[in-house]
Nanobody, 121 residues
Framework: QVQLVESGGGLVQAGGSLRLSCAAS????????MGWYRQVPGKQRELVAA???????NYADSVKGRFTISRDNAKNTVYLQMNSLKAEDTAVYFC???????????????WGQGTQVTVSS
């Protein structure tokens, strides 16, 4: 199958920045969407930002103006630039690709293992 490998999480002070990366271990036949989600204990996973094939993006209201999602199709990689971080951004962040592999043409959702982001106030 395929693995999505996230990196870039860590501990940062409020007001600081982090850049998350998520790279696929193999190429996709096609990728319809790439996204970042986050989850805190006891709460449902929520969408943070997504980019759709064609270039459109959407963001959770809580991160608009602070976070930017971008993608490098040639590298099968998606990024999340997080600026002006707040304590409430603390969560485990997961990346997700919706796409088709060369070996399996069914459109499926693939998930990374998650990376911890902790913002100290």
């Amino acid at each position: 199958q395929v693995q999505l490998v996230e990196s870039g999480g860590g501990l940062v002070q409020a007001g600081g920045s982090l850049r998350l990366s998520c790279a696929a271990s193999r190429s996709f036949f096609s990728i319809n969407a790439m996204g970042w989600y986050r989850q805190v204990p006891g709460k449902q996973r929520e969408l943070v930002a997504a980019t759709i094939s064609g270039g459109s993006t959407n963001y959770a209201d809580s991160v608009k103006g602070r976070f930017t999602i971008s993608r490098d199709n040639a590298k099968n990689t998606v990024y999340l630039q997080m600026n002006s971080l707040k304590a409430e951004d603390t969560a485990v962040y997961f990346c997700s690709f919706r796409g088709r592999l060369f070996s399996n043409f069914a459109e499926l959702d693939y998930w990374g293992q998650g990376t911890q982001v902790t913002v100290s106030s």
